[in-house]
């Protein structure tokens, strides 16, 4: 076992959040390259992150494009410089004050709906204030989970009340999260071409009744990367790809080594009898996501690695406590339980990479077996 490591992650407080540089810039690398080779460019979604330092390094240009998930990740990235937002949730009509306001302060931000009473609501909202809101028309394409399916002549209705209203209805966005559920290659490009299909369906849609449409926007983290045909589609969104996690390295998206954060723990105990080692990192360091439990291999809280970040055979967290976690070796391995004193240090990968970082303040920053920084996530918030 390297000293290097041992000796940079002892002084830090556990459970920490570890960032590992190098994982991470290969990750980003390798999407850009593949959406270049597409011709699409990439609208990352910054809510895996939510860093400034991150986001930089994702985005084209220091003011965009991005995505982001709540209008504090929006104000907060706006602050920071950030131009160019998708808030790439539905808007509740409660939020619409604090959208006109940042467009007010020069962000070109646009919202979403999917449905006739956001398109009412944006468009009451337009005519009260004399303001344009750039609105993107949430489409299913999948039956994963909201939107309007292709076809649908509601899409053209919300599109017509929008417009009438003031708003500026920009065209159509899509997740494609039942890719989630694909398996393999094969199964993969389906999801993205299928994806790819039903927003360029909506788009011609649009087009035909007389409105511009002139985004269409797609994106998830399997179908950006299986995607082998864009044709019709304008920016891609995407965003656990920075990190990767358990549920992607279980779908097929990436491999363990891959992924590029841990939470790191110390161990505080034992208990022999039941084969079991105590560490201080339960689920308030790795939160309570069980992606991967309907998975054919249920990584139970976390994959359980040594300070270098090798995984010991079949060590997982099997239980999570809110400040202890349990580790055991995988239910029917043959494996040795690993001799792991009081105060060794161990490394955790996430089953879900946005909701672990979301657990922490900052990023721990490791490059060549060395800390070299501590980049802080922006506050929590909706």
């Given at each position: 076992?390297?000293?290097r490591f041992?000796s940079?992650?002892a002084?830090?407080?556990?459970?920490g959040?570890?960032?590992?540089?190098?994982?991470?810039?290969?990750?980003?690398?390798?999407?850009?390259r593949?959406?270049?080779?597409?011709?699409v460019?990439?609208?990352?979604?910054?809510?895996?992150?939510?860093?400034i330092?991150?986001?930089?390094r994702?985005m084209?240009?220091?003011?965009g494009?991005?995505?982001v998930?709540t209008?504090k990740?929006?104000?907060e990235?706006?602050?920071?410089?950030?131009k160019?937002i998708?808030?790439?949730?539905?808007?509740a009509?409660?939020?619409?004050?604090?959208?006109?306001?940042l467009r007010?302060?020069g962000?070109?931000?646009?919202?979403?709906?999917d449905?006739?009473?956001?398109?009412?609501?944006v468009?009451?909202?337009c005519?009260e204030l004399?303001?344009?809101?750039?609105?993107l028309?949430?489409?299913?394409?999948d039956?994963?989970?909201?939107g309007?399916?292709?076809?649908?002549p509601?899409?053209?209705?919300?599109a017509r009340t929008?417009?009438e209203?003031?708003?500026?209805?920009?065209?159509?966005m899509?997740?494609?999260g039942?890719?989630?559920?694909?398996?393999?290659?094969?199964q993969?490009v389906?999801?993205?071409e299928?994806?790819?299909?039903?927003?360029?369906?909506?788009?011609e849609?649009?087009?035909a009744a007389?409105?511009?449409s002139p985004?269409?926007s797609?994106?998830s983290?399997p179908?950006?990367?299986?995607a082998?045909?864009?044709?019709?589609?304008?920016?891609?969104?995407?965003?656990?790809?920075?990190?990767?996690?358990l549920?992607?390295?279980?779908?097929g998206v990436?491999s363990?080594?891959?992924?590029?954060i841990?939470v790191?723990?110390?161990?505080?105990?034992?208990q022999?009898?039941?084969?079991?080692?105590l560490v201080?990192?339960g689920?308030m360091a790795?939160?309570?996501?069980?992606?991967?439990a309907?998975?054919?291999?249920?990584?139970?809280?976390?994959v359980?690695?040594?300070?270098?970040g090798?995984?010991y055979?079949?060590?997982?967290?099997?239980?999570?406590?809110?400040?202890?976690?349990?580790?055991e070796?995988?239910?029917?391995?043959s494996?040795?339980?690993p001799?792991?004193?009081?105060?060794?240090?161990?490394?955790?990968?996430?089953?879900?990479?946005c909701?672990?970082?979301a657990q922490?303040?900052?990023y721990?920053v490791l490059?060549?077996g060395?800390?070299?920084?501590?980049w802080?996530?922006i506050?929590?918030g909706?």
């Open positions: 076992m390297s000293t041992e940079s992650l002084h830090l407080p556990t459970p959040l570890l960032l590992d540089q190098q994982r991470m810039d290969r990750n980003i690398a390798r999407l850009k593949h959406l270049q080779g597409l011709g460019g990439l609208r990352p979604h910054l809510k895996t992150s939510k860093s330092d991150i986001a930089h994702l084209a240009t220091p003011a494009p991005a995505t998930s209008l990740e929006a104000e990235f706006a602050a920071a410089g950030v160019d998708l808030y790439a949730v539905g808007i009509p409660a939020k619409l004050d604090r959208a006109v306001a007010n302060r962000v070109d931000l646009s919202i979403v709906v449905n006739i009473d956001q398109a009412r609501a468009a009451a909202k005519r004399g303001v344009k809101l750039p609105t028309i949430e489409i299913d394409s039956g994963h989970r909201a309007i399916q292709p076809g649908d509601l899409l053209v209705e919300i929008l417009q209203g003031g708003a500026d209805p920009r065209g159509i899509t997740h494609a039942g890719s989630y559920d694909a398996r393999g290659e094969a993969l389906a999801a993205a299928q994806e790819r299909a039903a927003a360029v369906k909506c788009a849609q649009l087009r007389g409105f511009a985004v269409v797609v994106g983290t179908t950006a990367h299986f082998r045909d864009l044709t019709g589609v304008t920016e891609v969104r995407a965003g656990v790809f920075v990190f990767f996690d549920v992607m390295a279980g779908i990436c363990i080594d891959d992924i590029a841990s790191l723990a110390s161990v505080i105990g034992h022999p009898s039941k084969h079991q080692i201080d990192a689920w790795m939160s309570r996501d069980r992606g991967t309907n998975q054919p291999v249920d990584q139970y809280y976390g359980v690695c040594d300070p270098e090798r995984p055979p079949d060590l997982i967290m099997r239980q999570a406590n809110q400040e202890h976690g349990v580790l070796l995988r239910p029917g391995s494996a040795q339980l001799d792991l004193p009081v105060g060794s240090l161990v490394r955790i990968l996430p089953n879900h990479a909701a672990t970082a922490h303040t900052y721990n490059s060549e060395r800390i070299v920084a501590k802080p996530r506050a929590s909706w």
